[in-house]
């Protein structure tokens, strides 16, 4: 079989802001690193983060007395108990050296200008005196479910102009970059994991890649949901090699994010920024109605909370209707022009070119939509995963785990260079002492059974079925039944409904030729693969019997820190069997911060010590 | 009455040997706020699986999905039909090599490019994990980020007369971003490094003044000004250049 070989220290499977941040730290650690990608790496998703990257500097005027402490409080609180809280840490006290040294490589952050200065909260204006002796410092704005302003930011083009500088910095250190080349499994001998077979996704050809240390930062998998904010890359596909292990744990499926503002009908994000910089949840009626269920937080309280109650609030009858559904109104007319075509500039444009509507003067069609993947490979707050010596993973794609089950505005950007910061200082020391035995026994047998698979694909071997309608199919029923809210009844449809699409997954046959870069057979190769993560995303939700963050059960409406404070840890062992095996593990060895009431939010627990009830 | 809409679609695959150019007819039905996007992301799974074309985020912002619509180099997923006649041409862009049908490879050239041009910070300070940022203004954050939107689409070197003519033009992308890096304090190049980069005829001086640059940019960035400044600064240097004492040059 002809194939080409590579060779590297570090192979990074995914080339966004994680993946090149991690790349970044080898490669200046002197270790030879390729980067693979679907795409050219400043086409990543990362660049669609718009609002900002948490980080406790404590500069500007409402962010006085902030401090890593208090971003680790909030970012436990958003999880509902339900992260790391050893990475949680981890994580908010390296956020502020990382953006610093973002500022160093050459991001324009907007800074602090001092003297005083006007805002908005909740649709009121107030003002507010910079302080002078931060004038020029890195200033930041509010975001959902953080006690502080905190949110650094480059108008709202922030994971662009991340994704670029970091960009640059690869092409400095000279990083071999393959776009358009997808890893389609790993190659492993149930111990060590020493690279991946790749498709060239210009040429169609297979690829193999050996190398010391593996990382995957592909991302998250919005695409099994027919409604999400997601790139079109975002379809699991280093879940998918992960999973097929069956030795490397899916950690916490069940815990996906819908956001509160997708815009109608594209499902398009319009930043939480919006809401942090003022702007407001209007109803049919055109009245603000968020205040009323969240005193405190209102329109700025964590976004798993804001999405339940702008459903519940279409629910009451208060949404527009729409040929395309009801849906709620995001109102920044009172920002004024000047405010919008800068700090919001992104979403002065993509109202206007993709909705037909000036939000100077006209109000945002909204509702919530999938968002953000908090479950993910796991790993260990090296970034290690579970269950392979040698396989790193960073950024949305891993269940590092400092979100548990939602995860806070402002806090993926700071994730992806914070712990892409961490973990390649990490994959640096093993690198340091690592030697790889590269067995061809090993290599020529992953690559045959892709090979295979391929060609069974192309003739048509196992069936003729359509890998689009199947994909459509799927993504229908997690849309329908795993999603904002959830229940037993239609956790268990749609598992049994997957299983269904997942036979016919299983009878996937090509009606085009399959030659070169065929679009089809990329589908196709991952189909099968797309289908078992979302399985495990049902399942895992089916069996949570409680509600936590994102996952909202109305049969089982109390969080419970009693059963449930763990994660869970989804295998695939066996590709004949239609259902994962879950394992679970305690949500967190140490708990600095007991859990407890988050400040927004219903308020129904049931405590660690409660009584068992028979 | 919605209209039925008639795309012609460049199509060849050079991985195929019985594959030739030519273009292919598909008729579509036209939905409300139909953007090129859903259009053929239909026609793959309705009539074609092998249709060949590039969308990653389908909002503007990534710049995957340039190509040639009705003969003006633009962003397919912000394109909508009904700003378009029922008769709807799809042309890969040109100067950037085909992968096939309306994909191109736009990812190797920017990347060729972007080491050409060194687009990096350039700067012999270390930076201390321990100290505070830098202060910088904040006006010039904004118009640093002004110069910054840009995507790398393609669309301007797609439009570019002097590109499509000599394969070594840098293009608008590339002038703009050097534009960027010379506002920034942090990058410590000096004039003549700059000029050695763009004050010659693959850099600035190569461009015809056609500006068809600026017409065609899908994030509205004022190349037409950047080109203008540009040459009048690589033009100041260069004077300078050639009035200096030559001992000193060479120092």
Known sequence: MKYDTFYTDLLCIGAGLAGERVAVEAAANGFETILLSLVPPRRSHS???????????????????????????????????????????????T????????????????????????????????????????????????????????????????????????????????VAVHDRVEAISLIHDGTNCIGCVARDLKTGGLRVYLAKATLIATGGYG???????????????????????????????????????????????????????????LDVNEERFMHVYEPEKAELASRDVVSRWMMYHIEQGKGVPSPYGDHLWLDIRHLGEKHITTKLREVYDL????????????????????????????????????????????????????????????????????????????????????????????????????????????????????????????????????????????????????????????????????????PELALAIKMQGMVRLAICVAYGALMRTESRGCHARDD?????????????????????????????????????????????????IIPMDAAKED | MSRQLKFNIFRYNPQDPDSVPHTDTFLLEETPSLTLFIALNKIREEQDPSLQFDFACRMAICGSCGMVINGRPGLACKTLTEELPEEITLMPLPVFELVGDLSVDTGSWFRTTNTKIESWIHTDKEFDPNAIEERMENDLANAIFELERCIECGCCVAACGTANMRDDFIGAFALNRIARFMLDPRDERSENDYFDVVGTDQGVFGCMGLLACEDVCPREIPLQDQLGILRRKMGFIGLKNIFKPKAKAVG
């Open chain 1, 95 to 174: 956020a502020p050296v990382a953006v610093r040294e973002a500022a160093h490589w050459g991001i324009p952050w907007n800074r602090v200008v001092g003297g005083p200065a006007t805002y908005f909260k909740g649709g009121k204006q107030f003002e507010a005196i910079e302080p002078q002796e931060n004038h020029g410092l890195i200033t930041a704005r509010a975001f959902g479910g953080t006690a502080k302003w905190r949110t650094c930011y480059t108008a709202d083009g922030t994971g662009h102009t991340l994704l670029y500088t970091l960009d640059n910095k690869v092409t400095e250190l000279g």
């Open chain 1, 47 to 93: 660049c669609a983060a718009e609002g900002g990257m948490q980080a406790a500097l404590g500069n500007c005027a409402m962010g006085q007395g902030d401090s890593p402490d208090v971003h680790f409080e909030d970012t436990v609180k958003g999880s509902d108990w339900g992260c790391d809280q050893e990475v949680a840490r981890i994580f908010a006290d």
């Open chain 1, 556 to 604: 089982f409406t109390a969080r419970n820190d009693r059963d449930w404070l763990n994660r869970t840890l989804a295998y695939w062992p066996d590709l004949e069997a239609d259902l994962p095996v879950l394992e679970y593990e305690e949500a967190s060895q140490q708990m600095p911060l007991p859990p407890g009431d988050r400040g927004y939010g219903k308020v129904e």
């Open chain 1, 351 to 518: 109202c206007r070119h993709f909705l037909g509507v000036n939000p100077i003067y006209e109000l945002i069609p909204v509702r919530p939509c999938q968002h953000y993947s908090m479950g993910g490979m796991r790993t260990n707050a090296d970034g290690a995963a579970y269950g392979l010596k040698g396989l790193f993973s960073a950024g949305e794609s891993a269940c590092w785990d400092m979100h548990g089950f939602n995860r806070l505005g402002g806090n993926s950007l700071a994730e992806t260079i914070v712990g892409g910061r961490h973990i390649g200082q990490k994959v640096a020391e093993y690198l340091k002492g690592a030697e790889a035995n590269f067995d061809t026994q090993v290599v020529a047998k992953a690559v045959a059974q892709d090979a295979e698979r391929i060609q069974r694909l192309i003739q048509g071997a196992d069936g003729n079925e359509n890998v689009f309608a199947i994909k459509n199919a799927m993504q229908e029923v997690m849309m329908e039944r795993v999603g904002i809210f959830r229940n037993g009844d239609d956790l268990q449809k749609a598992v049994d409904e997957l299983q269904e699409i997942y036979a016919r997954a299983k009878k996937i046959g090509l009606a085009s030729n399959g030659v070169g870069a065929n």
């Open chain 1, 223 to 281: 695409r099994l949901y027919s409604e999400t904010t997601n790139t079109v890359i975002n379809d699991g596909g280093g879940h998918i090699c992960a999973l097929d292990t069956g030795i490397v744990p899916f950690g916490n499926p069940e815990a996906v994010q819908f956001h509160p503002t997708g815009v109608v009908p594209t499902n398009i994000l319009v930043t939480e920024g919006c809401r942090g910089d003022g702007g407001t949840l």
